[in-house]
């Protein structure tokens, strides 16, 4: 936390631009592009969600103004959000937002995502995109998010490891400097920071898995 990995991802769709040396895009500076050009190709998930005070189709239609009903209901099948807003009494025409129906955190990170999935962007950007899902729930997402990486240049920010561990470059930050970088792999045989915080995860997810229920007999 704190290491700047969130400010490098405002960086690509020019919410910030960068104090010295340049960000390139097919060759191009980012500063030479237009903003509009940037919000076209790329597409985010953030840590906060933001849902505009509108129904849950507006939402979705603010990624691809078009889109049919099968879109829609296809890409919120993908996030694994289609059946809860099935169940609402108004369904897609359900108003969400500060005054209208509240979404859990899970729920409305579900909801992004199955956004970007519509969007279908060149540039995909998810910044701790499955933070507030429960275990289950963010395997799911990932499932669904895997056909949607392929094809395109994708930045993933992640805390828990398991979601980046097939990425094809892994950045690691610290105090806002990359440290390491290379695969998986390559990153666990040099036994740095990331093969720490691997191994530190991966102990604490095992002892989950094999801790035992507290029984208590006389």
Known sequence: SGAGKTTITYLLPRLYDPNDGQILLDGHDLRELKLA??????????????????????????????????ELEAACAAANIHDMIASL??????VVGERGYRLSGGEKQRLA?????????????????????????????????????QGRTSLVIAHRLSTVLAADRILVLNQGKIVEEGTHTELLARRGLYAELYETQFM???????????VSSR
């Open 204 to 214: 604490r997810q095992q002892a989950m898995d094999v801790a035992p229920a507290g």
């Open 113 to 149: 995502i199955a956004r970007v999935i519509l969007k279908n962007p060149r540039i995909l950007v998810l910044d701790e995109a499955t933070s507030h899902l429960d275990s289950q729930s963010e395997a799911l997402i990932q499932e669904a998010l895997e056909p949607l990486l």
């Open 89 to 94: 009494p108004d369904g897609y025409d359900t």
């Open 37 to 70: 050009t940037l919000a076209d190709e790329i597409g985010m998930v953030t840590q906060e969600t933001y849902l505009f005070h509108d129904t849950i189709r507006a939402n979705l239609l603010y990624a691809k103004p078009r889109a049919t009903q099968e």
